[in-house]
């Protein structure tokens, strides 16, 4: 069985979830990032079925902004391109975290229309200011509903080295829980995973700290999708 028919399968299963029950808000639980796309294009068209705006919050070390990677058109490296496509590029997706690219933020930003915190601005801004910041992008592109991508990744190493790639310099997961909590008080969650989570990779003290961090975050995501 091939990525992209497991990707369709995926897809699929979320599709009869929301036929049953439109009001559901699924959590999305990685493994690889791929389950992103499937998981992202729905509550797209969920959103859209609905007359509504969907914004993309995404924390990641790395962008996943490629067309394609060694011909596989969906994986983990290209579904923030197709969601970023969905979006014609209007300035919806956020990314949080990044820190490993090839390019630079600004090739990113003025190639793809997104917008990217580096290491350069969220360890030194409060995380209060950046998220008033994605909160007025937000508003400003007429969002009314958010979609929240966590690769764990994007969390500093200290706290999940049991991951692919982990990566130092990154967020800290109180960070990670403001921005995520703040934006979907004002924009209500449609939809989130939480992906890359890997307990037999880690160091020393793992895997317990990288699943202490993922617990924090999947019960974020649950307190934001719970209906207030």
């Known amino acids: 069985m091939t990525c992209n028919t497991l990707i369709e399968q995926c897809a699929l299963a979320l599709r009869e979830i929301r036929t049953l029950n439109a009001s559901v808000v699924p959590i999305a639980i990685g493994g690889d990032h791929s389950v992103g796309w499937p998981a992202f294009s729905t509550a797209f068209e969920a959103a859209k079925q609905q007359g509504k705006h969907v914004g993309l919050l995404h924390f990641d070390a790395h962008t996943d902004l490629l067309e394609e990677r060694l011909g596989v058109r969906y994986c983990f490296a290209t579904w923030a391109y197709h969601a970023n496509e969905l979006l014609e590029r209007d300035g919806r997706l956020v990314q949080v975290g990044i820190r490993a690219s090839g390019k630079s933020r600004e090739h990113w930003e003025s190639t793809l229309g ?49 991951t692919g790639t982990p990566e130092d310099r990154g967020l800290r997961p109180e960070q990670v829980t403001e921005l995520s ?41 649950i307190t934001a999708a719970t209906p207030r």
């Open 181 to 221: 909590l703040r934006l979907a008080r004002q924009f209500p969650l449609i939809g989130a995973d939480l992906v890359e989570v890997a307990p037999p990779l880690g160091g020393e003290g793992e895997p317990e700290t990288t699943l202490r961090t993922a617990c924090t975050y999947l019960a974020d995501l």
């Open 114 to 162: 997104v917008r990217q915190y580096w290491p350069e601005e969220y360890l030194v801004r409060s995380t209060a200011e950046i998220a008033e910041e994605i909160a007025q992008r937000f508003e400003e592109r007429g969002v009314d509903c958010l979609y929240i991508s966590n690769d764990i990744d994007g969390t500093d190493s200290a706290f999940a080295s049991a």
